[in-house]
């Protein structure tokens, strides 16, 4: 059984379709790209997956289950956890701060607890839980600078730190390299492919085609909002559809 599947899945805004009868399936411990021209439901897909918006048709399932119906809450709970295309950090936080406020989010401390004292005992393992990942992402020696102050691929970094604060089990990246320099981008692949090494499986929807083909498993293809084809980087790098897709038609080029 697939980890994840999208089946047959339509997303209409009005009358506009902006996903339409898409199927795919990401097995556990798989990276997996989701890529496509700009407009091609990339982002809808994401945002239906991790319950901002219902299905107009179709089913997401998840470990064979139908999440397609429950609230972003139920479904992160669930372990799948998505990042967004604009660093959503507390800019005046420092770095532990941040990730701290994501374990707290998915802390479970009861008030009987805290009032006879295992409150503390989870504070303390709160707090080295985002020591560990915040160690983890690189970012120790930066934990005490505030989010606004790091530069744009820690930044970045950071709001992966605190996806992982939630102790995800399938983690969706939105567009995690955009505006990165090729440092940055180096570096952040590296860091992706050691969250996978953690036991984490990743979908991400990314633009940069270098990082895309560098790390993927596999590739899922859309366009106009359909799955167009997919596959592993070199079977899609060379499907004459997609080089279409992107470049347009020879006489489009000319």
């Known amino acids: 059984m697939p980890l994840l599947e999208v089946d047959n899945l339509t997303r209409r805004f009005g009358g506009l379709s902006a996903v339409s009868d898409l199927s795919f399936a990401v097995e556990e411990g798989e990276i997996r790209g989701l890529i496509g021209p700009n407009g091609a439901g990339k982002t809808t897909t994401f945002n239906v997956i991790t319950g901002f918006y219902r299905p107009t048709g179709g089913r997401i399932l998840y470990r064979g289950e139908d999440i ?39 802390a479970r401390v009861s008030p009987l607890g805290a009032i006879f004292g295992a409150g503390h005992a989870a504070e303390r393992e709160i707090e080295d839980r985002a020591r560990e990942i915040l160690a983890f992402m690189g970012l120790a020696e930066r934990r005490d600078e505030l989010a606004a102050e790091l530069p744009h691929g820690l930044q970045r970094a950071l709001g992966v730190a605190v996806a992982l604060a939630a102790d995800p089990k399938v983690l969706l990246l939105d567009e995690p390299f955009t505006g990165m320099n090729p440092e940055e981008t180096r570096r952040m692949m590296e860091l992706v492919r050691r969250v996978r090494e953690r036991g984490v499986t990743l979908l991400l929807v990314e633009h940069d085609m270098q990082a895309v083909m560098g790390l993927c498993d596999r590739i899922t293809v859309l366009n106009f909002g359909r799955l167009l084809t997919e596959g592993t980087p070199e079977e899609v790098r060379n499907h004459p559809d997609v080089i279409e897709a992107y470049l347009g038609t020879a006489s489009d080029v000319a």
């Open 68 to 106: 397609s119906r429950l609230s972003t809450n139920q479904i992160a709970k669930r372990g799948l956890v998505r990042t967004f295309q604009h660093t959503t950090l507390f800019q005046e936080f420092t770095a532990f701060k941040n990730v701290l406020v994501g374990c707290h989010l998915h």
